[in-house]
């Protein structure tokens, strides 16, 4: 289903640069243009992110960062 009008761009496309690591509407628009000339789609493009994420979430687990982990090592002060 062609999501982005202006710059040509798939559901497809979308699901891809998730499956490949972006992690938000903003990373895919950065990738594709998706949403950046008229806007119009950026609404969709956010949902099928979104639905994306959610999918590669339940085939994979939560992915955990170097960074997450430095960040419980870390004392935390009250």
Same mark, same amino acid.
């Given at each position: ?6 710059? *040509? ?8 640069? +998730? %499956?490949?690591?972006?992690?938000? /509407? ?8 998706? *949403? ?8 969709? +493009? %956010?949902?099928?992110?979104?639905? /994306? ?26």
């Amino acid at each position: 289903m062609l999501v982005c009008h202006c710059r *040509g761009i798939s559901d497809r496309q979308i699901k891809r640069l +998730v %499956k490949d690591g972006a992690t938000s /509407a903003r990373e895919v628009a950065r990738a594709t243009g998706a *949403g950046m000339r008229c806007g119009g789609c950026r609404t969709n +493009v %956010k949902a099928i992110v979104n639905e /994306a994420l959610a999918h590669e979430f339940q085939k994979t687990g939560p992915v955990i960062s170097s960074e997450t982990l430095l960040d419980m090592a870390l004392p935390v002060e009250g």
